[in-house]
C-alpha cells in the first residue's frame, strides 16, 4: 500500500539553535523541498513570524506566518502583524512568566482583535493553541460569526467527543498532531491518535493532520512524519488515512492562503 505524504504541515516550529528547533527557517523550507512538501506554518512561542517567513525566501515551499497571543505582545503588534500579512492567530501557549502551559485564558483585550478580524483583507485562521475549553468556544463562535475566519481546534487529540461535537456544530476543523501523540504530556488527556482520527471525522469536520515537530528530539520533522504515517497506515482505514493526511490539510491551505495569492 502507497502511504500518503503530508504535503502541508500547518504547525510547524522552525527556529535557532537556542531554540532547541532543528532547524532555522531556510533550512526547514530545504528539508521540506526535498520533501515534496509545498508549505508549513511557522509557529514561535516568542514570535510574530511575519519577517521571518520573508527572510526565509523558500520560494517553492510556502512558508505560512503566524500570530500568537502570548503574554510579550500586546494588541497594537497583533493587529500590526495580521495586517502585514499574518495567516494564522494562535491562541496562547505560555502563561505571563513564558512557561509553556496549558488551559490558558485569552488575552485581556482579545475583543478588540476580535472586533478587527473581519476587517482585514485576507483569511485568517484563528488556532486555539492552549486555550481551555472556554476560549476554544470563543474562538469557534468568532469564527462562526465572520465570513473571512476560520476555526482551527489545535492538540484536538486533547478534546472530548462532547465538545468536538459542539465544536464541528460550528464550522471548526481539527487539528491532530503528531508531536504529542509520540511524545505524550505528562497531565494531559492519554488517548490514541487513530482513536481521535475516528472520532472526530465522524463528526463530519474537516481533520488534518500535523507533525508540530521542529525539536531536536524529532529530527528532520519530515521524516519523522513519514514516519509515523506509516503506522497511522498500518491501523487506519485508507480512506481516514487520505482524509487527515491528503484531504484535510490541502482544504485548510487552500482556504487559508485563498486571497494572498500563494495558492492559484
Known sequence: MDVPRLRWDLHLHPGSAAERRWADGPGMCAAGRAAGVRGFVWKSHVAHTVDLCRAAACDDVAAIPSVILNAWTNQR????????????LWGPSRDALGALSWDLDLPPWWPEVRARLGHLDHHVVVATAHLGRAGRLEL???AAELESVVCSITHSLYVDVEEAQQLAGLGCAF????????????????RRLEEQAVALTGTGATVYLTSDAGQIDTGNPFEFTARQIALLASRLATSTVSAIVETGPEAIAAWALKRSGTLA
Open 77 to 88: 503588534e497583533v493587529m500590526t502583524a495580521l495586517e502585514a500579512g499574518g495567516v494564522w
Open 175 to 190: 487539528e491532530l498532531d503528531l508531536f504529542t501523540s509520540a511524545f505524550p504530556i505528562k497531565g494531559r488527556p492519554a
Open 140 to 142: 469557534a463562535e468568532t
